[in-house]
C-alpha cells in the first residue's frame, strides 16, 4: 500500500513538471502573440485528461491516484490561491474603477446567480417534461440556485493571462482584474446561504438574509482583524530571516481561515480579507528580502495548486463517467454562463456610467467582451464536489450528479472555447493595444516582482492621483493605519531603497553561504 501511494506521488509531481516546463514553453509562444488560445490551465486540463484516459484503462488503482475530495480543493488548494490573488493584489487597479467594480461584484455576482438559477430551472422543467425522466435536469428550485451560484464567479487565471498578452484594454482589464478578485467571497456566501436552504427546506427568509450578512460580514470581520494583527506583530518583531517572517505571516493566513470556519464563516472569503491587508500593511513590515520572498513563494505555491487544480478536472472527467449525465442541460448551461452575465453586466454598466465621466465610460464593447471572457474555473468545481460529498453522505442534493456533471463540462468549454476566441474578440472590438502589459510577458519573475515594489511604492506616496471618496481612503490610510501598523511609514525612502537593498541582502548570503561551507 506504501509503495502504491509512493508511485502515486510520483507520478503526481512528474505530471507537474511537464505541463509546467510545456506551460512555459507556451509563454514564450505568448510573448510572440502566437497560440493566444492556449493557456496554463488548458494545458493541465489536457494533460490530467490523457493521465486519466491513460490510467482508467491500464490501472485498477486509478481511482484511489486521482480522487480528490472537496475538503481537498476547499482547504488546501484554494485557500493558497486565493490568498496569493488577496496578498499581491494592486490596489490602483480597484481604486480607479472602485464603484464599477464593487457593483459588479457584489450585486452583480447575486443577480447572476439567480438569473442563472432562474434559467437551469426552466430549462429542467422543460427538459423533464420532454424526456420523461427526472434526473435530466435540476429538481427542485433551491437546488437551482444553489448551481447559480456556484457557477456564477469568473476564475481570472486564464483570462487575464490572454489579456496580458493581447495587451488589452486597461479599463476592461481592471474592470475584469476586480471582480474576479471580488466575487469569489460573495458566490461562497451566496452558496452557503442556498445550500442551507436546500438542506432544510422552508426557512426564514430574515434569518436567511441575516446569516448571509454574516457569511459576508462576520468573514471580512475576522480577516481584517487577522490581517492587522499581523502587521502588529511584523512591526514589533525583528526575525533574523526572511524565511521567519514569510513562515508567520502565512501561517496567521491560515489561522485567519480555519478560525472563520470554526465561526460558521467563510474562511476563503475570510483568508481574502486578510491577504489584502498584509499585501497592504504587513508588507511594509517585512525586510527587503522578505518583500521580494513572499510574492515570489505565494506566486509559485499559487501556480502549483492551480495546476493540480486544473489538471484534477482533466481525471474527474473519468471519475464521473457512472454519473448522470444530462447532455441537453449541460449545453443550456454554456449557453447560460454567457446570458446571465451579460443580462446584468448591460444594465449594471448603464448604472455605473451614469456617474462616470464621459471619456471613461463603460462601452457596449467593454460590456461584451466583459461578459463573454468571464470564464469558470477551480472555485466552481470545488463547490460542486462539496455538494457530491453530501449526496454520497447524506443523500441531501438530488440533482448532485448532474451539477457536478454540468459544472465538469462548463468550466473546461469556458477556458478553452471562451478563452480561445478571447484575442480574436478584443481584436474585433478593437480593446487591445496597451503595451506596458504586453513588455511584461517577457520579464523574468524578480523584474516583476520588482516592477510591483515600485508600483506599490508610487501608489503608498501618492504618485498616482485620485480624487473624491478614494482620495479620502487614501488620507485615512495615511493618516491612521499607516502610522500604526505600519514600521517604516515613508514609502518614498522605500522606493528609493528597494533595489539597493535587496540586491545586497541577496549579496550578503550569497558570501554567508560561502564562508560556511568554506568553513566545513
Given at each position: 500500500m506504501q509503495q502504491l501511494d509512493s508511485l502515486a506521488v510520483v507520478i503526481l509531481c512528474s505530471v507537474l513538471i511537464f505541463i509546467i516546463v510545456i506551460a512555459n514553453f507556451i509563454e514564450a509562444l505568448h510573448a510572440e502573440r502566437r497560440y493566444l488560445w492556449l493557456s496554463d490551465g488548458t494545458v493541465a486540463m489536457i494533460v490530467g485528461a490523457l493521465l486519466g484516459l491513460v490510467?482508467?484503462?491500464?490501472?485498477?488503482?486509478?481511482?484511489?491516484?486521482?480522487?480528490?475530495?472537496?475538503?481537498?480543493?476547499?482547504?488546501?488548494?484554494?485557500?493558497?490561491?486565493?490568498?496569493?490573488?488577496?496578498?499581491?493584489?494592486?490596489?490602483?487597479?480597484?481604486?480607479?474603477?472602485?464603484?464599477?467594480?464593487?457593483l459588479f461584484a457584489l450585486l452583480g455576482t447575486i443577480l447572476s446567480a439567480l438569473l442563472m438559477g432562474l434559467l437551469c430551472y426552466g430549462a429542467s422543467l422543460l427538459l423533464i417534461k420532454v424526456t420523461g425522466d427526472p434526473t435530466y435536469g435540476i429538481q427542485t428550485m433551491s437546488e437551482s440556485f444553489l448551481f447559480g451560484a456556484l457557477i456564477s464567479p469568473v476564475d481570472p487565471v486564464a483570462t487575464l493571462t490572454i489579456f496580458k498578452a493581447v495587451g488589452a484594454d486597461p479599463l476592461l482589464y481592471n474592470l475584469m482584474f476586480g471582480e474576479s478578485m471580488l466575487n469569489d467571497p460573495v458566490a461562497i456566501a451566496v452558496f452557503k446561504t442556498f445550500h442551507e436552504i436546500a438542506l432544510q427546506?422552508?426557512?426564514?427568509?430574515?434569518?436567511?438574509?441575516?446569516?448571509?450578512?454574516?457569511?459576508?460580514?462576520g468573514s471580512a470581520l475576522i480577516g481584517l482583524s487577522l490581517g492587522l494583527l499581523s502587521a502588529l506583530i511584523l512591526k514589533h518583531m525583528h526575525f533574523h530571516h526572511a524565511t521567519m517572517e514569510v513562515t508567520v505571516l502565512y501561517m496567521l493566513a491560515m489561522i485567519c481561515y480555519f478560525a472563520a470556519e470554526a465561526c460558521y464563516a467563510s474562511g476563503i472569503a475570510a483568508i481574502f480579507f486578510c491577504a489584502s491587508i498584509m499585501g497592504h500593511l504587513s508588507w511594509y513590515n517585512l525586510s527587503p528580502l522578505g518583500q521580494l520572498l513572499s510574492k515570489n513563494v505565494f506566486r509559485i505555491t499559487k501556480t502549483v495548486c492551480e495546476l493540480v487544480v486544473f489538471a484534477s478536472l482533466g481525471t474527474l472527467v473519468f471519475q464521473c463517467l457512472d454519473m448522470n449525465w444530462a447532455p441537453g442541460f449541460t449545453i443550456l448551461v454554456m449557453v447560460f454562463c454567457f446570458l446571465s452575465r451579460f443580462f446584468v453586466i448591460v444594465p449594471l454598466s448603464a448604472m455605473s456610467n451614469c456617474v462616470r465621466d464621459p471619456e471613461h465610460q463603460i462601452t457596449f464593447s467593454h460590456q461584451f467582451a466583459a461578459s463573454?471572457?468571464?470564464?469558470?474555473?477551480?472555485?466552481?468545481?470545488?463547490?460542486?464536489?462539496?455538494?457530491?460529498?453530501?449526496?454520497?453522505?447524506?443523500?441531501?442534493?438530488k440533482s448532485a450528479s448532474v451539477i457536478v456533471t454540468s459544472t465538469l463540462v462548463a468550466i473546461p468549454f469556458s477556458v478553452i472555447v471562451f478563452g480561445g476566441f478571447t484575442a480574436p474578440l478584443l481584436r474585433a472590438l478593437n480593446l487591445c493595444g496597451e503595451e506596458a502589459m504586453k513588455k511584461r510577458l517577457s520579464l523574468q519573475d524578480n523584474q516583476i516582482a520588482?516592477?510591483?515594489?515600485?508600483?506599490?511604492?508610487?501608489?503608498?506616496?501618492?504618485?498616482?492621483?485620485?480624487?473624491?471618496?478614494?482620495?479620502?481612503?487614501?488620507?485615512?490610510d495615511k493618516d491612521f493605519l499607516r502610522g500604526i501598523f505600519v514600521r517604516d511609514p515613508k514609502p518614498q525612502r522605500l522606493q528609493r531603497r528597494y533595489t539597493n537593498e535587496i540586491t545586497q541582502a541577496a549579496i550578503d548570503d550569497e558570501i554567508r553561504e560561502l564562508a560556511e561551507r568554506n568553513d566545513l
Open positions: 490510467c482508467h484503462f491500464s490501472w485498477t488503482g486509478f481511482d484511489k491516484f486521482t480522487q480528490f475530495s472537496s475538503n481537498v480543493y476547499l482547504m488546501i488548494l484554494l485557500p493558497a490561491i486565493v490568498f496569493e490573488s488577496g496578498y499581491t493584489m494592486k490596489k490602483r487597479h480597484f481604486l480607479r474603477n472602485l464603484g464599477t467594480i464593487l427546506g422552508d426557512v426564514d427568509i430574515g434569518i436567511s438574509i441575516a446569516k448571509f450578512l454574516w457569511l459576508l460580514g463573454f471572457t468571464g470564464l469558470r474555473g477551480a472555485f466552481s468545481m470545488a463547490l460542486a464536489l462539496s455538494l457530491m460529498d453530501d449526496y454520497n453522505s447524506t443523500q441531501s442534493f520588482l516592477l510591483d515594489l515600485a508600483d506599490d511604492a508610487n501608489f503608498k506616496s501618492g504618485t498616482v492621483q485620485y480624487s473624491g471618496l478614494v482620495q479620502k481612503l487614501k488620507s485615512f
